[in-house]
Protein backbone atom coordinates (compact mmCIF):
# COMPACT_ATOMS: atom_id res chain seq x y z
CA UNK A 1 0.00 0.00 0.00
CA UNK A 2 1.32 3.37 -0.83
CA UNK A 3 2.01 5.98 1.50
CA UNK A 4 2.76 9.82 1.19
CA UNK A 5 4.01 10.83 4.96
CA UNK A 6 4.25 14.61 4.92
CA UNK A 7 6.29 16.13 7.82
CA UNK A 8 7.76 19.67 8.90
CA UNK A 9 5.07 21.68 9.42
CA UNK A 10 4.71 23.86 12.62
CA UNK A 11 3.97 27.13 13.94
CA UNK A 12 6.93 30.30 12.65
CA UNK A 13 6.96 33.76 12.88
CA UNK A 14 6.78 35.99 10.15
CA UNK A 15 10.15 36.07 7.98
CA UNK A 16 10.78 32.72 9.16
CA UNK A 17 11.07 29.59 7.34
CA UNK A 18 10.25 25.60 7.03
CA UNK A 19 10.61 22.90 5.28
CA UNK A 20 8.41 20.17 4.51
CA UNK A 21 8.92 16.70 4.01
CA UNK A 22 6.99 13.94 1.43
CA UNK A 23 8.30 10.63 1.70
CA UNK A 24 6.91 7.71 -0.21
CA UNK A 25 6.60 4.12 0.89
CA UNK A 26 5.48 1.19 -0.45
CA UNK A 27 6.23 1.97 -4.13
CA UNK A 28 9.14 3.50 -5.75
CA UNK A 29 7.96 6.59 -8.14
CA UNK A 30 10.94 6.31 -11.05
CA UNK A 31 8.57 8.60 -13.24
CA UNK A 32 6.30 10.63 -11.38
CA UNK A 33 5.39 14.43 -11.54
CA UNK A 34 5.44 15.42 -7.66
CA UNK A 35 3.35 18.74 -6.17
CA UNK A 36 3.00 20.83 -3.02
CA UNK A 37 -0.71 22.08 -2.93
CA UNK A 38 -2.15 24.04 0.45
CA UNK A 39 -5.48 24.85 1.72
CA UNK A 40 -6.53 27.64 3.69
CA UNK A 41 -9.42 28.02 5.70
CA UNK A 42 -12.44 28.67 3.89
CA UNK A 43 -9.86 28.55 0.44
CA UNK A 44 -10.39 25.84 -2.37
CA UNK A 45 -7.00 23.44 -2.25
CA UNK A 46 -4.41 25.32 -4.81
CA UNK A 47 -1.25 24.31 -6.49
CA UNK A 48 2.09 25.74 -4.64
CA UNK A 49 4.92 23.92 -6.48
CA UNK A 50 5.55 20.86 -9.18
CA UNK A 51 8.54 19.07 -9.68
CA UNK A 52 8.83 16.55 -12.78
CA UNK A 53 10.35 13.60 -13.31
CA UNK A 54 13.16 15.40 -15.18
CA UNK A 55 13.73 17.86 -12.39
CA UNK A 56 11.84 20.57 -13.89
CA UNK A 57 9.96 23.33 -11.42
CA UNK A 58 7.20 25.39 -11.56
CA UNK A 59 6.06 27.36 -8.40
CA UNK A 60 2.88 29.71 -8.20
CA UNK A 61 3.36 33.21 -8.56
CA UNK A 62 2.06 33.93 -4.79
CA UNK A 63 5.32 31.95 -3.52
CA UNK A 64 7.86 32.36 -6.57
CA UNK A 65 11.15 33.59 -5.06
CA UNK A 66 10.35 32.47 -1.63
CA UNK A 67 9.70 28.47 -1.57
CA UNK A 68 11.62 25.97 -3.73
CA UNK A 69 10.83 22.52 -4.66
CA UNK A 70 12.73 19.67 -4.47
CA UNK A 71 13.09 15.87 -4.77
CA UNK A 72 15.94 12.88 -3.78
CA UNK A 73 14.86 10.01 -5.80
CA UNK A 74 17.00 7.45 -3.86
CA UNK A 75 14.70 8.36 -1.12
CA UNK A 76 11.75 8.64 -2.69
CA UNK A 77 10.78 12.00 -0.85
CA UNK A 78 10.55 15.58 -2.06
CA UNK A 79 10.25 18.69 -0.52
CA UNK A 80 9.43 21.90 0.49
CA UNK A 81 11.46 24.57 1.10
CA UNK A 82 9.69 27.85 2.42
CA UNK A 83 11.72 31.06 3.16
CA UNK A 84 10.10 34.49 4.30
CA UNK A 85 6.91 32.80 5.39
CA UNK A 86 4.12 35.39 5.32
CA UNK A 87 0.52 35.01 7.50
CA UNK A 88 -1.10 34.84 4.17
CA UNK A 89 1.42 30.96 3.57
CA UNK A 90 -0.99 29.76 6.47
CA UNK A 91 -2.39 26.98 5.34
CA UNK A 92 -2.81 22.71 5.52
CA UNK A 93 0.17 21.77 2.89
CA UNK A 94 -0.38 18.59 0.85
CA UNK A 95 2.18 16.53 -1.11
CA UNK A 96 0.72 14.89 -4.02
CA UNK A 97 2.41 12.15 -6.46
CA UNK A 98 1.40 11.36 -9.58
CA UNK A 99 2.80 8.38 -11.39
CA UNK A 100 3.64 9.10 -15.59
CA UNK A 101 3.08 5.30 -16.62
CA UNK A 102 -0.38 4.68 -15.23
CA UNK A 103 -1.54 8.22 -14.01
CA UNK A 104 -2.38 7.63 -10.49
CA UNK A 105 -2.45 9.82 -8.15
CA UNK A 106 -1.49 9.67 -4.37
CA UNK A 107 -2.54 12.26 -1.60
CA UNK A 108 -0.41 12.62 1.96
CA UNK A 109 -2.60 13.85 4.97
CA UNK A 110 -1.83 17.38 5.38
CA UNK A 111 0.48 18.92 7.91
CA UNK A 112 0.02 22.31 9.30
CA UNK A 113 1.79 25.36 8.47
CA UNK A 114 1.07 28.45 10.93
CA UNK A 115 2.26 32.10 10.27
CA UNK A 116 2.16 34.71 12.64
CA UNK A 117 2.67 38.02 12.25
Known amino acids: QVQLVESGGGLVEAGGSLRLSCAASGRIFSAAVRDWYRQAPGKSRELVAT???????NHADSVKGRFTISRDSAKNTHYLQMNSLKPEDTAVYYC???????????WGQGTQVTVSS
Open 96 to 106: KVVTTNDGRAY
Open 51 to 57: ITSGGST
